[in-house]
């Protein structure tokens, strides 16, 4: 399992513009590429909508060995509800905390040398108050469970991560499928998992070859197959193929084959400025008040 790699998180964001800020100001990380699309994405890339929306992937660094935000923008829609899921990425940047301090974006002191903080839409950031590593200064995702010992098998006996820490006294279980990636972080809710409509998806890579296996293991296990064995085009780029699968509390997590992806992934140049060009040419703000009317809220 060593040859799967974490790659992203998938976010849904409302506004486009105050959460380029966030990533770009506040965290300091670079547009590695955007992608604008007149249709929804076969996999839900974009959640439940089939309209027009853009991808933009932010990150430290390459997504080859960065684990990286992928923000799914639907026009038309101005906010998404929050759930209990997602509980946090956490970033080990002593720049990130400065940059915003500098900025008066919101912090609140909740350890020694860490910080919460939120992205637009009120997603969860642990800001670390230390040097940037030479590696991913991206430590970990944390996603709430409603039965710990039943997603940790899930997640190891299944999907093939290793242990790495427990906590009994948190609830939480740190695992991986390598030390030097991102990790994911279990924390026991002590109830039901609440996905709200700002549910995300965890993505992940694997040899291309091992994707029917891991849906035909899926299938032999009774767990959940949101999307089989599916290719997805973008125009210009890579065809990839992926699998989407759900665990026990519904999380959504997206297997994509590495060989294509790692192709897809390539870092655009123009990156930054597509995204400024397409928030600039985004009317939509304009158009719903002079309207007098509302963006959707999911």
């Known amino acids: 399992m060593a040859l799967r790699r974490a790659l992203h998180f998938v976010f849904k964001v409302g506004d486009r513009t105050k959460t380029a800020t966030f990533y770009r100001d506040v965290l300091g990380m670079k547009i590695l590429r955007h992608e604008e699309f007149e249709e929804g994405c076969k996999a839900t890339c974009n959640g439940p909508y ?11 660094g390459p997504e080859d060995d960065h684990f990286v935000a992928e923000l799914t923008y639907n026009y038309g829609v101005g906010e998404y509800q929050l759930g209990n899921d997602f509980l946090g990425l956490t970033v080990q940047s002593s720049q990130a905390v400065s940059n915003a301090k500098r900025l008066g974006w919101p912090l609140t002191e909740v350890g020694e040398a860490l910080y919460l903080t ?4 009120g997603y969860p950031f ?3 108050d230390k040097e940037q590593p030479l590696r ?3 430590q970990k995702v944390c996603l709430g469970v409603s039965d710990l010992h039943r997603s940790t098998h899930y997640w190891t006996t299944l999907l093939g991560m290793k242990v790495f820490e427990k906590n009994e006294e948190k609830k939480t279980v740190l695992m991986g499928f390598a030390d030097t990636q991102c990790k994911l972080e279990l924390h026991d809710n002590g109830g039901t998992v609440d996905h709200g409509t700002a549910f995300g998806r965890i993505a992940f890579s694997c040899p291309r070859e091992q994707l029917p296996d891991l849906e035909d293991t899926m299938k032999k296990a009774n767990q959940k197959i949101l999307t089989p064995l599916v290719s997805l085009d973008t125009p210009g780029k890579a065809t990839v193929e992926v699998v989407i699968l759900a ?3 519904g999380h959504e997590i997206c297997f ?5 992806f790692r192709q897809l992934s390539m870092v655009d140049p123009e ?4 995204l400024d060009k397409a928030m ?9 008040a002079k309207h007098k009317r509302q963006k959707a809220a999911a």
């Open 50 to 60: 089939d309209g027009k929306w853009s991808k933009t992937m932010v990150g430290f």
């Open 118 to 121: 939120q992205a637009p839409g």
């Open 126 to 128: 642990y800001l670390v």
């Open 136 to 138: 991913d200064p991206v």
């Open 247 to 249: 665990d026990p509390d």
């Open 256 to 260: 994509v084959g590495d060989e294509a």
């Open 271 to 274: 990156g930054n400025e597509l």
């Open 280 to 288: 600039a040419e985004d009317k939509s703000d304009e158009w719903f």
